[in-house]
C-alpha cells in the first residue's frame, strides 16, 4: 500500500554542522567495521602528509594508547588557531566542526593534497567520543578538547615553544563502530606503506608498552617492490624505477610521476597505484594508463624487434609488481574514501609517460627485454 500524504515544506530537513556525519557516518568512511575505524586515523595522518609533500613537515609519529586511543604528531606549520574572518571563532574550532572546511579549499595553498574534500578532521571528530588538539606555531601551544564532536572549552594558550606541529588524540566512540579496536598491524603496515611512497618522510609507530618502528625509505618504492618480490625469482634483478613531470595540453595541468616495476616467477599481478600518496584499492584512470601503456610498449618491442606474435595484456601482466605514484593538483575520485581516480586525462598522460619511457628502456637493455618477451 501507498502512503497518499503529500510532502511538505517541512518535510525537507536541513542537516547542519556535524548532523550528516552522525546520521550516515559510512558514507565518509566507508564502512563501520574494521576498514571504517582505521580510516579515521588514515585522515589524520593524510593531513599531516599533506603539509610534508608541499615541504613543511618530515616527521609524523603515530601512538596505539592502550585504551584505544590514538595520537597522530607532526612538525608541519600547526593548524591556524586565530578568528575565523566570518565565522567569528577559531579557524581550528571552524575546520573540527564544520564540513567543507579545511586549507585545501583555497586555489594555491597546497600544492599538492590527499585531503581535497575538507571534511576528513571534522568527520573524525563527530565519531569521536572525546578529541584533543595541541597546535605549536608562531612560538606559542594551543590545546583545545573535544566531546562527541563539539567544543567542551575555548581554545586556550597553554605556553610557549620553539617548535612547530599538531597533535591530535582522539578515542573512536564505539555507538558508530560494529568493530571498536584498532589493531597495530593495520595501523603500521599502513604507516610503513606511506613512508615509502614519500621518500625522505620518517614516520614512526608504537604501540604503547611496545618497541617503537621507524619507517624511513630513500629509495622510496623502490624499496617497497623488491620486499614484495622478497624470495622469488625476478627479472630485472632491481626494481626499475621511472621518475617524470608531464603537462596536459587541454587544461595544462602538471603531473607528477614515479612509476615502479620488476617482474616475478609467479603468475600474480600486483599493481598497487596512488594519488598524492593516498593508496587506490581500486585502481583508476592511472592504473589505466600504467597497464595500457606498458602492455603497448612491451607488445611493439616484441613484434617489431623479435618479430614475434602479439601478446594479451592479462599474460603480460603475470608475475608483474608495479606502484604507480601520482601527485596532481585537482585529483577526481568516486567517493570521499578515494578509492578509485577518476580524471580521464590521467590516463592519456600516464599512458604516454610510460610507453615512452618503457620503450626507451627496453631498447637500452636488449638482453632483458628479450628475457621478458
Known amino acids: 500500500l501507498f502512503d497518499n500524504r503529500e510532502q511538505r515544506a517541512d518535510d525537507i ?5 556535524l548532523e550528516a556525519v552522525w546520521q550516515n557516518p559510512a558514507r565518509f568512511i566507508g564502512d563501520l567495521s574494521t576498514r571504517g575505524l582505521h580510516h579515521l586515523v588514515d585522515e589524520l595522518v593524510a593531513n599531516s602528509i599533506d603539509e610534508a609533500m608541499n615541504g613543511y613537515c618530515n616527521k609524523i609519529d603515530v601512538i596505539m594508547h592502550s585504551n584505544n586511543v590514538v595520537t597522530v604528531n607532526d612538525n608541519g606549520r600547526g593548524i591556524p588557531v586565530e578568528k575565523h574572518p566570518t565565522e567569528k571563532k577559531s579557524a581550528l574550532e571552524v575546520v573540527l566542526t564544520t564540513m567543507d572546511a579545511g586549507g585545501k579549499m583555497k586555489k594555491g595553498a597546497y600544492n599538492y593534497s590527499g585531503g581535497l574534500h575538507g571534511v576528513g578532521l571534522s568527520v573524525v571528530n563527530a565519531l569521536s567520543e572525546f578529541l584533543e588538539v595541541e597546535v605549536r606555531r608562531d612560538g606559542k601551544k594551543y590545546w583545545q578538547r573535544y566531546e562527541n564532536g563539539k567544543p567542551v572549552q575555548p581554545l586556550k594558550q597553554i605556553g610557549k615553544t620553539d617548535k612547530r606541529g599538531t597533535t591530535i588524540t582522539f578515542r573512536p566512540d564505539e555507538k558508530f563502530f560494529s568493530k571498536t579496536k584498532f589493531k597495530s598491524a593495520i595501523l603500521s603496515s599502513k604507516l610503513k606503506d606511506m613512508a615509502h611512497v614519500n621518500r625522505g618522510l620518517t614516520i614512526s609507530f608504537k604501540e604503547e608498552g611496545g618497541e617503537e618502528d621507524v619507517y624511513h625509505f630513500p629509495d622510496g618504492i623502490k624499496t617497497l ?5 622478497e624470495g622469488a625469482n625476478v627479472t630485472p634483478s632491481h626494481a626499475v624505477i621511472f621518475f617524470g613531470e608531464t603537462i596536459h595540453d587541454e587544461n595544462n595541468e602538471k603531473l607528477v610521476l614515479e612509476v615502479g616495476w620488476q617482474y616475478n616467477d609467479t603468475t600474480y599481478e600486483r599493481v598497487r597505484p596512488y594519488t598524492n600518496s593516498i593508496n587506490n584499492p581500486e585502481g583508476g584512470t592511472h592504473e589505466a594508463g600504467f597497464k595500457s601503456g606498458f602492455c603497448k610498449a612491451l607488445n611493439d618491442y616484441n613484434e617489431k624487434k623479435l618479430k614475434q606474435q602479439r601478446l594479451e595484456s592479462d599474460y603480460i ?5 608495479a606502484i604507480i605514484s601520482i601527485r596532481a593538483r585537482k585529483p577526481e575520485f568516486e567517493s570521499q574514501t578515494k578509492t578509485k581516480l577518476t580524471n580521464v586525462w590521467i590516463r592519456n598522460a600516464v599512458h604516454k609517460f610510460v610507453y615512452e619511457k618503457m620503450t626507451d628502456y627496453l631498447e637500452a ?8 618477451c
Open 225 to 229: 617492490i623488491e620486499e614484495y618480490n
Open 13 to 17: 530537513v536541513v542537516l547542519r554542522g
Open 365 to 372: 637493455n636488449p638482453s632483458v627485454a628479450k628475457e621478458l
Open 317 to 321: 601482466r603475470e608475475g608483474l609488481t
